[in-house]
Each structure stands twice: as structure tokens, then as C-alpha cells.
């Protein structure tokens, strides 16, 4: 009978350390994540409206108008936030 019950207070032991090593991995592995990327804008001025947006590749391609200046076309890497070009069409 000694035999049982110290078998069911180890068995019992192992059953919480387990769960807390499973609950102390999932709280690491959540906080542990990369922080989310940075929001950054297109530089274009106030009053400027996004008409559309179309994938090109790995590029968008960001149709805007407004803010004072004519329709133009920008071209944004959405892996960097950064802006790598702008076209306006009707110029050379």
C-alpha cells in the first residue's frame, strides 16, 4: 500500500511540473514575438487622397491625387515601409 500511494504522490508531482513547464513555454513563446512593423506614411502632402492600390511583385503600387499636386503613382516596398519611387504620368 506504501508503494501505491508514493506512486500516486510522484505520479501527482510530475502532472503539475509538466504543466507548468507547457504554460511557462507558452508564455515565453508569446512574449517572445517581434514587435509589430512601423507605421510609416508616403510623404505625400495634406489633402492627398489613395485612389487605389495594386500589387506589382513584391512592390505597391499606390495610386494618389490631390494635396495640391497632380495624380501621381507611388511605389512603395511593403517589406522595408519605404517609399522607392514615384511616377507622375504625362511627364517625361
Given amino acids: ?14 502532472i503539475v511540473a509538466g504543466t507548468v513547464v507547457v504554460a511557462v ?7 517572445n514575438r517581434p514587435p509589430p512593423p512601423a507605421v510609416s506614411g508616403l510623404g505625400e ?5 489613395i485612389l487605389g492600390i495594386a500589387a506589382t ?7 494618389v491625387t ?12 511593403p517589406a522595408s515601409h519605404r517609399v522607392l519611387g514615384r511616377l507622375v504620368p504625362g511627364t517625361p
Fill in 1 to 14: 500500500m506504501r508503494a501505491l500511494k508514493a506512486a500516486v504522490i510522484i505520479m501527482g508531482v510530475l
Fill in 25 to 31: 513555454t507558452i508564455a515565453n513563446r508569446l512574449g
Fill in 45 to 49: 502632402p495634406a489633402g492627398s487622397r
Fill in 57 to 63: 511583385g513584391d512592390r505597391l503600387a499606390v495610386h
Fill in 66 to 77: 490631390g494635396g495640391g499636386a497632380d495624380d501621381r503613382i507611388v511605389i512603395v516596398d
